[in-house]
């Protein structure tokens, strides 16, 4: 990575990290030992949108953000040959630690989900790599239009095997081209009309998303950190934000397909966010340990995730930490409650990396 690199950019990506920590951990606590939860900290049923559905695009944008940064010097010249296996293979590598993941906790006796969240990176990253060596700034933005306007139609095309409404699970093109492609691989497969939340045409948005953070990245290296910088994306991050919700009556925001309005608003939030930090970290020089902490998480982003995955289960679903809730709830609400040991989880996933952090150790994929 260039040395102009934004402390601000690992730590937001930090803090998408341990976001997503935080929601997967309310998630198997809730579903798993069926303890009350804040519904802000569980996915929307469907269309919507909570604080848990934020914290996956905000990691995608961040995905495009970085790439500038670490792509800038081989974007000036011709892309080699081995650059593009370079690209693939960390793509690859991405993907087959997603389905590993998965393996790892599979019910062989029935259907394997063969998408994920890693999934989901590893293929979003290799697109918004290539298109952005590809590309100027106009390109990919034209790039972004034509996707998230072709998407939208996309949605709509009529499907085999029930009426097309988007308000409803499953019942869109994009799933149902899932079901056709995939079959009983997919996450909801037991739905009335079972859907891949990381599904195949879902990607596309995807990439256009992380592009909309390389258009960000490059802003911030030709700018670089001020006033008119921020000025800039927080008036972009408010009409993005503002399109988004105003559309959603044509186009449901929903995390499930990854839609257009979805991508709109996560978007504009995260550029605020992201404006926040800047003028916090790499303005004012703000530091103290909330910040190294979230450094942490956002420099082995990737090992901090596998770690939680293997954590979640043990830390949280055992007679000790069951009957910790119990004691809590008595004092407190039981979603307050929850959240003790769903902490514990995010610290424990933090032990590792921060040892990496001070050890200098990047665990790079």
């Known amino acids: 990575m260039a040395k102009e690199r934004l402390l601000s950019l690992d730590v937001f990506r930090g803090l998408a990290v341990i976001g997503m920590i935080f929601v997967n951990s309310v998630s198997v606590f809730h579903y798993g030992a069926g303890v009350p939860a804040y519904d802000i900290f569980l996915h929307a049923p469907w269309a919507g949108l909570t604080i848990a559905d934020?914290?996956?695009?905000?990691?995608?944008?961040?995905?495009?953000?970085?790439?500038?940064?670490?792509?800038?010097?081989?974007?000036?010249?011709?892309?080699?040959?081995?650059?593009?296996?370079?690209?693939?293979?960390?793509?690859?590598?991405?993907?087959?630690?997603?389905?590993?993941?998965?393996?790892?906790?599979?019910?062989?006796?029935?259907?394997?989900?063969?998408?994920?969240?890693?999934?989901?990176?590893?293929?979003?990253?290799?697109?918004?790599?290539?298109f952005f060596i590809g590309y100027g700034w106009r390109g990919q933005l034209g790039l972004i239009v034509i996707i998230l306007v072709g998407y939208h139609f996309l949605q709509m095309i009529p499907i085999p095997d029930g009426e097309t409404n988007l308000l409803e699970p499953g019942l869109n093109y994009s799933n149902w081209f899932d079901r056709y492609f995939l079959g009983d691989h997919v996450y909801a497969r037991n739905a009335p009309a079972p859907y891949e939340p990381e599904g195949l045409l879902g990607t596309l948005p995807s990439i256009a998303q992380a592009l909309m953070g390389a258009l960000t990245g490059m802003y911030i290296r030709h700018k670089g950190a001020g006033a008119t910088l921020l000025r800039h994306m927080c008036l972009t991050g408010l009409i993005l934000?503002?399109?988004?919700?105003?559309?959603?009556?044509?186009?449901?925001?929903?995390?499930?397909?990854?839609?257009?309005?979805?991508?709109?608003?996560?978007?504009?939030?995260?550029?605020?966010?992201?404006?926040?930090?800047?003028?916090?970290?790499?303005?004012?020089g703000w530091r103290g340990p909330l910040t190294r902490f979230g450094q942490a998480f956002g420099i082995n982003a990737i090992t901090a995730y596998v770690v939680h995955t293997y954590l979640m289960g043990p830390v949280l679903l055992n007679p000790v930490t069951t009957g910790m809730q119990d004691s809590l709830a008595a004092l407190v609400s039981p979603a307050l409650a929850m959240l003790l040991?769903?902490?514990?989880?995010?610290?424990?996933?933090?032990?590792?990396?921060?040892?990496?952090?001070?050890?200098?150790?990047?665990?790079?994929?």
């Open 54 to 130: 934020l914290v996956f695009p905000f990691f995608i944008f961040m995905v495009g953000v970085s790439l500038p940064f670490a792509l800038s010097g081989v974007k000036e010249t011709a892309p080699t040959r081995g650059l593009i296996l370079k690209l693939l293979k960390r793509s690859a590598l991405l993907f087959l630690i997603g389905l590993a993941l998965t393996l790892s906790f599979a019910d062989w006796s029935e259907p394997i989900r063969l998408l994920g969240v890693l999934q989901r990176i590893g293929i979003t990253f290799f697109g918004a790599a290539i």
């Open 341 to 365: 040991p769903v902490v514990i989880v995010v610290m424990l996933s933090w032990v590792p990396v921060a040892i990496m952090q001070k050890r200098g150790i990047i665990l790079k994929v």
């Open 241 to 284: 934000t503002i399109l988004g919700f105003a559309l959603s009556g044509i186009h449901p925001i929903v995390k499930a397909t990854w839609s257009s309005t979805f991508v709109l608003t996560t978007s504009g939030m995260a550029l605020l966010v992201f404006a926040i930090l800047i003028w916090m970290l790499d303005i004012k």
